[in-house]
């Protein structure tokens, strides 16, 4: 079956750094995709790994391993604003997403 | 990036009637969209693809007869759930991602169906 791995909550401190990893088996991959949701709203798009390494965006970075099956979302400076679900989404063989369950980030001044 | 409307954003009915949801791109061709389903502190659930000009595809457990998915042009895909009953209240979202497999996932703004 397919599988999406993710951590179910985590805590950090404002001005910190917090890595939240996700690790997938799925039939096939086309590339892994991480979104931001805050509660009652839509995902919003951070970022997509197709090739192994990183990906640096801003206070943002995300990481990919194919071998492993792994990837993480890395948020640096936290601020309060960042207190949200991540979410972590495969597209597999048919480019469908695989969603993972998500990681609610809650973040301590 | 894209934009998907999705409207409207929250919407109360009563029991045994039924609610359409509209979900729009409005700046570029969605040829194929999909119909999203979550429950609070939940994953988004695939409910079905919508392809335009042609039938939705259901996930298993999804009925057809409930969930009713119209994809009559490249830019409109409506979610009409009929006979609501209290337990299809959820967070509904449609998303749409253009041409290219590995192109991100545009998601409407979600709407808040409550069945009382």
Not at chain 2, 35 to 62: C, D, H, I
Not at chain 2, 86 to 102: H, K, M, V, W
Request: proline content about 3%.
């Amino acid at each position: 079956g397919q599988n999406i791995d993710q951590p179910t909550e985590m805590t950090a401190t404002e001005g910190a750094i917090v890595q939240i990893n996700c690790t997938y088996q799925t039939s096939g991959f086309n590339g892994l995709f991480w979104y931001q949701q805050h509660a009652g709203e839509a995902p919003t798009f951070l970022s997509y790994n197709v090739l192994d390494g990183l990906e640096e965006k801003g206070r943002f970075s995300s990481f990919l391993s194919r071998s492993k099956g792994y990837s993480y979302l890395l948020l640096k400076e936290l601020q309060m604003k960042d207190s949200a679900s991540y979410l972590c989404a495969v597209a597999d063989s048919n480019y469908q997403l695989i969603w993972g369950a998500g990681t609610k980030l809650i973040i301590k001044p | 990036g894209a934009v998907v409307s999705q409207h409207p954003s929250r919407v109360i009915c009563k029991s045994g009637t039924s609610v359409k949801i509209e979900c729009r791109s409005l700046d570029f061709q969605a040829t194929t969209m999909f119909w999203y389903r979550q429950f609070p502190k939940q994953s988004l659930m695939l409910m079905a693809t919508s392809n335009e000009g042609s039938k939705a595809t259901y996930e298993q457990g999804v009925e057809k007869d409930k969930f009713l998915i119209n994809h009559a042009s490249l830019t409109l895909s409506t979610l009409t759930v009929t006979s609501a009953h209290p337990e299809d209240s959820s967070f509904y979202i449609c998303s749409a991602r253009g041409l290219g497999g590995d192109t991100e996932a545009f998601f409407g703004q979600g709407t808040r169906l409550t069945v009382v």
